[in-house]
């Protein structure tokens, strides 16, 4: 094992001097050849702060874990933070590539301290970095103090437009762990509005480099067809975002989501409720119909939970209900009106699935079948994998919204209700991280927006109006052998 570590000692030592640079990466059990943009992340030494923009599928996370393992590797007694919103999201979404990326033997990893200490004195601390602007006050000076308590080598930050500047600020002066050769601050990115375009592209401070990627950059890596099938079915923003990884400030600018053409528009359409039905106001009894419901959960006393029913053959908002209450009131909530408009066929269930959302996932399972099953693609092992509920973050968002405005556009969705469309007027873009690239003013909601733009995820006017054709033929001719069975009792 010394010479092993030895050998990697060298050639950190020859990495520094420009004599080296590294193509591919042997995990032990496969070989990964970079590509272009990969190589330029991985070899880059400096500057100090180097971020790796680009859209879906673009190959950064491989770039990211794979400097990370040459860095620790390379230089005997590193100490790098390995950081994301949450411990959670480390867990789930980097520590299973980190396993097949660093050669087994390598490392060995303490879930208990949240550590990865490597053969050769090194370490990397995994560090959930919500707590420090999200948590209680005693949780964010604690978590503070951890962290000007600590002398790194480095910091990798993953998602960096979920992190707040006075965290990667705070995280930076960290950086002076003497008894090793480089000091880096190495982040991912999706394009996103939020402070590190000023930071890296508008204003770039000293010290810094910005390498941005795409799919195309990593098609050889892709399985056949994927690149076109991202292009065919989505639209034309989410096409220059997350295929191409344009970080253009026209693409997310500053301001209204919302046109005030639309706020217009819908004024026409606000009604009062029918009758209320538990704290439900009902815009619309159930009919012959296909329906989605949104939901939104509640954050403690912050902000009350929304549900949404709307109809997926008219676009009118049907239902609404919001209301500070229990994570277990909200699933009886949604199951009730779910199983109200399912005339026609079963309703789906679309709950936000981020933080809370979980909570009311699980409280949702044991009453209810129909749920949003989100699915993922991991095109490093060529496999889909489904989960429950709408996973909300900056990219997520922006789909949101490019679905919610394409609808708007066609004069499909018709809202009811007066408090939503307040919402809608207001919403705005910003670059607050926890906002994740879009929300309401501060002392304002997005609650019952939010719910409504979920209940629209995916709806398609033109295919759900034909469902709703089939649906009630499909009924017409169960009907008919029924009462032919009825005639006929012999057959």
């Known amino acids: 094992m010394q010479a092993y570590i030895d050998q990697w000692k060298q050639m950190g030592d020859q990495w520094v001097k420009g004599e080296?640079?590294?193509?591919?990466?042997?995990?032990?059990?496969?070989?990964?050849?970079?590509?272009?943009?990969?190589?330029?992340?991985?070899n880059a030494l400096q500057p100090t702060h180097l971020l790796l923009s680009g859209g879906y599928a673009g190959g950064k996370t491989t770039a990211f874990l794979v400097k990370l393992w040459l860095l620790c590797m390379c230089f005997p007694n590193s100490r790098i933070l390995l950081g994301r919103k949450t411990l959670k999201n480390i867990e789930q979404a980097l520590l299973p590539d980190l396993f097949d990326i660093f050669p087994k033997g390598s490392y060995e990893y303490k879930a208990g301290p949240g550590l990865i200490k490597i053969v050769n004195g090194s370490e990397i601390i995994l560090k959930g970095l919500d707590v420090m602007t999200g948590g209680t006050?005693?949780?964010?000076?604690?978590?503070m103090q951890d962290i000007k308590g600590l002398s790194l080598s480095g910091v990798f930050i993953d998602q960096l437009e979920e992190i707040d500047f006075s965290i990667y600020e705070a995280l930076s002066g960290r950086l002076?762990?003497?008894?090793?050769?480089?000091?880096?601050?190495?982040?991912?990115?999706?394009?996103?509005?939020?402070?590190?375009?000023?930071?890296?592209?508008?204003?770039?401070r000293e010290n810094t480099r910005l390498i941005k990627t795409s799919m195309f950059d990593n098609a050889d890596n892709l399985p056949k067809g994927y690149i076109d099938d991202q292009i065919a079915n989505h639209g034309e923003l989410y096409r220059k975002i997350y295929v191409e990884g344009e970080w253009d400030l026209d693409l997310l600018l500053e301001g209204s989501v919302f046109s005030s053409e639309v706020y217009n528009a819908q004024k026409n359409f606000i009604r009062p409720p029918k009758r209320e039905l538990d704290g439900i106001k009902i815009f619309e009894e159930p009919a012959d119909e296909i329906y989605q419901i949104g939901v939104d959960p509640s954050v403690g006393s912050v902000d009350p939970c929304s549900i949404k029913v709307v109809s997926k053959t008219s676009g009118r908002e049907v239902a609404s209900y919001s209301a500070f209450v229990p994570t277990e009131v909200i699933a009886d909530k949604?199951?009730?009106?779910?199983?109200?408009?399912?005339?026609?066929?079963?309703?789906?269930?679309?709950?936000?699935?981020?933080g809370i959302g979980q909570a009311l996932i699980e409280a949702l399972k044991k009453r209810y079948e129909h749920i949003y099953v989100r699915e993922s693609f991991n095109y490093r092992t060529n496999k889909k994998t489904q989960k429950l509920g709408f996973y909300t973050n900056f990219q997520t968002k922006n789909q949101l919204i490019?679905?919610?405005?394409s609808l708007l556009n066609k004069n499909f969705v018709k809202i009811s209700d007066q408090q939503t469309l307040n919402e809608l007027k207001v919403f705005q873009y910003t670059d607050e991280a926890k906002k994740s690239g879009a929300g309401a003013p501060s002392n304002e909601h997005d609650d019952n927006l939010m719910a409504l733009m979920l209940a629209f995820w995916?709806?398609?006017p033109v295919t759900d109006k034909v469902d709703k054709v089939k649906e009630e033929l499909r009924r017409a001719q169960n009907e008919f052998k029924r009462r032919l069975k009825v005639r006929n009792p012999a057959r």
């Open 402 to 405: 490019e679905n919610m405005t």
């Open 334 to 354: 949604a199951v009730l009106l779910a199983n109200m408009y399912s005339m026609l066929r079963p309703t789906l269930i679309v709950p936000e699935a981020t």
């Open 137 to 143: 006050e005693k949780e964010t000076k604690k978590s």
């Open 176 to 204: 002076r762990k003497n008894d090793v050769p480089v000091h880096q601050f190495n982040s991912t990115t999706n394009p996103a509005n939020y402070w590190a375009r000023k930071f890296f592209i508008s204003e770039p």
């Open 458 to 460: 995916n709806v398609d």
């Open 20 to 42: 080296i640079r590294f193509s591919e990466f042997d995990t032990g059990e496969k070989r990964i050849k970079l590509n272009a943009k990969q190589k330029e992340f991985v």
